[in-house]
């Protein structure tokens, strides 16, 4: 019995593991590579996990599995976070079918820096910019 | 059942390793790399524990658990060089 589940689970976090790496592969810009990759590939590896706590059936082994689980769901969002960060810094390009950057006329590249809404009212970020592509849909 | 389950993940996990190995060397971008690492670095854990089942060894998973932290780190270092400004266009 535990094995049958063990072997479901095994192969549905496998399939996760193929969809997030064929987003890797076809998708077109950064950000939505990393929508594939992170969403997809945390959900396969971390039922990959569960299923190797439900085969051994043994407490230590399940708390390992937990373990795994708990760390690749809390420091996936992170390391995605600041790679998309970092990315967005470097000037990693855009879709061109890309409709909305709003953050794009707040940052100063040169200085590493994202103004606030409120810092841009006052004056100190650069001036408003237009979206990299507005045509009005 | 869980033998063939196994041999089918591992095939799995194999394309997935080869597909994320094309946007490897293909990422225009430092970024695109960091992020094929990543997943790199996932299918590594799950292929460790895919093995795992496959020859009954719990002993294992704790070496799948390591390299869950060790990746995290790689990604991090990564992203703080990206952010203080290295060759950012390779």
């Known amino acids: 019995m535990n094995e049958s589940i063990a072997a479901v689970i095994l192969l549905i976090g496998g399939a996760f593991v193929v969809i997030g790496a064929l987003g890797a592969v076809r998708m077109p810009d950064l950000m939505l590579r990393m929508h594939a990759t992170t969403k997809a590939g945390i959900l396969g590896g971390g039922l990959v996990a569960i299923a190797g706590g439900v085969f051994f059936n043994e407490s230590e082994v399940m708390v390992r599995a937990l373990a795994i689980l708990a760390f690749v769901v809390l420091t996936g969002p992170v390391a995605a976070h600041m790679i998309a960060r970092a990315g967005y810094f470097t000037g990693a390009p855009f879709w061109e079918r890309t409709l909305k950057d709003d953050l794009r006329s707040n940052l100063d590249k040169a200085g590493g820096y994202l103004y606030s809404a409120q810092e841009q009212r006052e004056g100190k970020g650069r001036p408003q910019q237009q979206a990299p592509r507005d045509d009005g849909e | ?90």
Not at chain 2, 15 to 25: D, G, K, P, Q
């Open chain 2, 1 to 90: 059942m869980i033998e063939w389950a196994t041999i089918i993940t591992l095939m799995l996990l194999t394309l997935a390793l080869a597909l994320t190995v094309v946007r490897l060397i293909l990422g225009p971008s430092l970024a695109d790399r960091v992020v094929a690492l990543e997943l790199i670095s996932l299918i590594a854990v799950s292929f460790i524990i895919t093995y795992a089942i496959q020859v009954g060894r719990a002993p294992f998973m704790d070496v799948a658990l390591v390299l869950a932290l060790t990746g995290f780190m790689a990604t991090v270092g990564f992203a703080r060089f990206l952010e203080r400004g290295g060759h950012t266009d390779e």
